[in-house]
């Protein structure tokens, strides 16, 4: 089987694709497998890091309102579904796996056009145009939340990093603190905000930092590569610039404080971490919509961005950090929302819209 991942552009659409990838290969050692996406994506890094072939196509600008670009969308669209279906070709493939964004909308305009099965995942609980439209065109719609409108959705969670997705906290936790020079016993705060850190975040850590560990608390802050000069390593305080394994991080830690992109809520979730949430207050507000299921199930708590201050750390977050049996509930009820199988599901979708197509005659 020959199958195209349409899953460039940023992490949270490149990620789940990685790991739908890992999935068809176990599933099939004998699958190829190619992805989509841009030159200007993290793809052109991420990809052959994990060493997949990266097929590029011209990338499409999705405006959120009424803009110039709007208008010249419809050309610009054209041009890429071309491209787009000579990979396909090319490549011969048996099936489009899309994952949305700009890289998504001409993949399914261009295997429409060829006539391949098409699978959509949506990894967010507001579903973007790309998807809106790639769903009109099949029955294989998987969702990682439910009661997201899309027809004939399924949902099965987001493909996650294998490392992730097996992970036993506890077992590893000795092993995580250990990777991170942290102290085996102190209640542990892990703070990250995405590859360049978050800037909101970071401020109400540092105002918080004396509070915190003199209450005999300890942070693991991943600040991002570009404020690492200025944090300052202390007893109780490990600063680091990014965190490539952050599977010993999540064993490692405690509760997290985070933003609620839509892989960092499946991720947690799904290794049972209790989690206080920062929804970036940008976009369509999807962010928030992400982290509103765990919250509400118990698994973690919620605070608006321009609430979020080292007071509000000191007052909310330090008593929780230090309440095992509080945090150990929680931690149960993240984890009877989280889905560790996504990955394996995925696949079996699109073994199901293989099976459909041949089966009707393509």
């Avoid at 300890?218 to 305080?237: F, T």
């Avoid at 929302?337 to 394996?344: E, F, K, Y």
Wanted: hydrophobic share 45%; with cysteine; glycine share 12%.
């Amino acid at each position: 089987m020959r199958v195209v991942l349409a899953g460039g552009g940023t992490a949270g659409h490149i990620e789940p694709a990685l790991a739908t990838a890992d999935a068809l290969l176990r599933a099939d050692p004998e699958t190829d497998v190619v992805l989509l996406g841009t030159e200007r994506g993290l793809e052109t890094r991420l990809v052959p890091e994990r060493g997949y072939e990266l097929a590029l196509i011209p990338p499409v600008p999705l405006p959120r309102k009424l803009t110039p670009e709007l208008i010249r969308l419809p050309a610009r669209v054209r041009g890429a579904v071309r491209q787009t279906a000579a990979v396909l070709r090319e490549w011969q493939a048996d099936v489009l796996v899309g994952f949305g964004g700009y890289v998504a909308l001409p993949a399914y305009l261009a295997a429409r056009r060829l006539g391949l099965p098409t699978v959509v995942h949506e990894a967010n609980a507001k579903p973007g145009l790309a998807n809106r439209i790639g769903a009109r065109f099949t029955q294989h719609v998987a969702l990682a939340n439910t009661d997201v409108p899309l027809p004939h959705g399924q949902h099965i969670g987001i493909p996650l990093r294998r490392s992730v997705a097996t992970l036993d906290r506890a077992a590893t936790r000795a092993e995580g603190r250990a990777f991170f020079g942290l102290d085996d016993q102190a209640p542990t705060l892990l703070v990250f905000g995405g590859s360049q850190g978050a800037r909101r975040l970071n401020g109400a850590v540092t105002e918080a930092i004396d509070a915190l560990t003199g209450a005999g608390a300890q942070v693991l802050h991943a600040v991002g590569a570009g404020n690492i000069d200025s944090a300052v390593a202390r007893p109780g305080y490990v600063p680091v610039p990014y965190i490539d394994r952050m599977d010993l991080a999540y064993a490692a830690a405690d509760l997290a404080l985070c933003r609620s992109g839509a892989i960092t809520c499946a991720e947690v979730a799904a290794v049972g971490l209790p989690a206080v949430y920062v929804p970036l207050p940008h976009g369509n507000g999807e962010q928030r919509l992400n982290a509103e299921p765990t919250v509400s199930a118990g698994g973690g708590l919620l605070v608006a961005d321009a609430e979020l201050t080292g007071d509000w750390l000191t007052a909310n977050a330090l008593p929780l950090l230090t309440d095992r049996e509080r945090l150990a509930g929680m931690g149960e009820a993240a984890a009877r929302l989280g889905r560790r199988d996504a990955d394996d599901r995925l696949v079996q979708m699109v073994h199901r819209a293989v099976e459909t197509q041949d089966a009707g005659g393509r």
